[in-house]
């Protein structure tokens, strides 16, 4: 365990790397920041597998900041290791194990700057229809499955949200069906509509699995039979993979989907600050970068730049 002092000894593990570990990952509440702190860390402490026992400092960040540049690493990649550290940093000095002005050198190492803004990835309307149609409705898993790609598609919910469902989760509310009070991103709640046609898609799948209450989707074992226990965020991955590997997308991922949501939301005259509420976005800028709203790739300027060569 580290010890009280001006320096942080980082000792080689496990004894007291998991310690340190559990420092970090115990002060972040969302599981997500949670699970990208633990696996930062991780990498970091993987890094110093073969020295001997070094002091975590800002000379020790910066080389590991210019290791990760050198190795390729995306930008997005190497701010969150770098973020850690410095939630690392931070949590130490609290604790007493690191000097103050120690973790204020260390906060003070700067990121990478992106250059740009990353389009990201999502599906055309024809796309997305053929993505929904792909589970087998004549079996329970491909109404279970075909349940989540539309509350994926059509509601933008992440994956996470879509693993913590419950059956009840879905009240009437103004005449039409909502999920209210969805807990997002950084303790945010929102109320997302849901579609007639992707209730149906979940009633279908509730009444085939004999599902009254509890979690809403749920593992189907071999011979139909349906589990108690939740589907895990990693098992709503897998949905989305296999059935985007049948059409040639390997690379789809359940956040693609969120992005397609926004992108055909837009597309079919939806507001901007609807949108917003829909996914649950802090700021209005985020909701544009989902959108790509300072591109349009569809109609794209240069488009009308026909230069014709005479031969």
């Known amino acids: 365990m580290p010890t009280p002092g001006a320096e942080l000894a980082l000792v080689t593990p496990p ?25 930062a860390l991780d990498d970091f402490f993987a890094w110093l597998n073969d ?20 190795a390729g690493l995306a930008p997005s990649t190497i701010n969150l290791r770098l973020a850690a550290l410095r939630k690392l940093a931070w949590e130490a000095s609290e604790n007493g194990w690191l000097a103050p002005e120690a973790a204020a050198s260390v906060a003070r190492v700067k990121g ?5 803004v990353r389009t990201g990835n999502w599906l055309t309307r024809e796309q997305a229809a ?98 108690s226990r939740p589907l895990t965020e990693k098992a709503v991955w897998c949905v989305v993979r296999e059935y985007a590997a049948r059409l040639g997308l390997p690379r789809l991922a359940p956040h693609d989907l969120r992005r397609t949501c926004a992108h055909l939301c837009r597309a079919a005259g939806g507001d901007l600050e ?30 009308r730049l026909d230069f014709t060569l005479d031969e």
């Open 15 to 39: 004894e007291g790397w998991l310690r340190i570990r559990a420092l970090v990952v115990d002060a972040v509440s969302s599981p997500h920041s949670r699970r990208a702190y633990g696996q």
């Open 51 to 70: 020295r001997q026992q070094v002091v975590f400092s800002r000379a020790l960040v910066q080389e590991y900041r210019a290791g990760l540049i050198a």
């Open 112 to 116: 990478v700057r992106r250059l740009g």
């Open 130 to 227: 053929e993505l929904l149609r792909s589970p087998d409705p004549a079996t329970l898993k491909g109404k279970r499955d075909r349940a989540i790609l539309a509350l994926l598609l059509a509601c933008g919910l992440r994956r996470a949200e879509v693993a913590r469902l419950t059956v009840a989760a879905f009240e009437l509310r103004e005449g039409r069906w909502v999920l209210p009070d969805l807990e997002s991103k950084g303790g945010r709640l929102r109320t997302v509509p849901v579609p007639g046609w992707v209730k149906a898609l979940a009633d279908a799948w509730t009444e085939a699995a004999q599902i009254g209450a509890g979690p809403l989707f749920r593992p189907v074992a071999k011979g139909s039979a349906v589990r």
């Open 274 to 303: 609807q949108i917003q509420f829909l996914l649950g976005h802090a700021s209005i800028q985020t909701t544009e970068r989902y959108l790509g709203s300072r591109q349009n790739l569809a109609a794209a300027v240069n488009d």
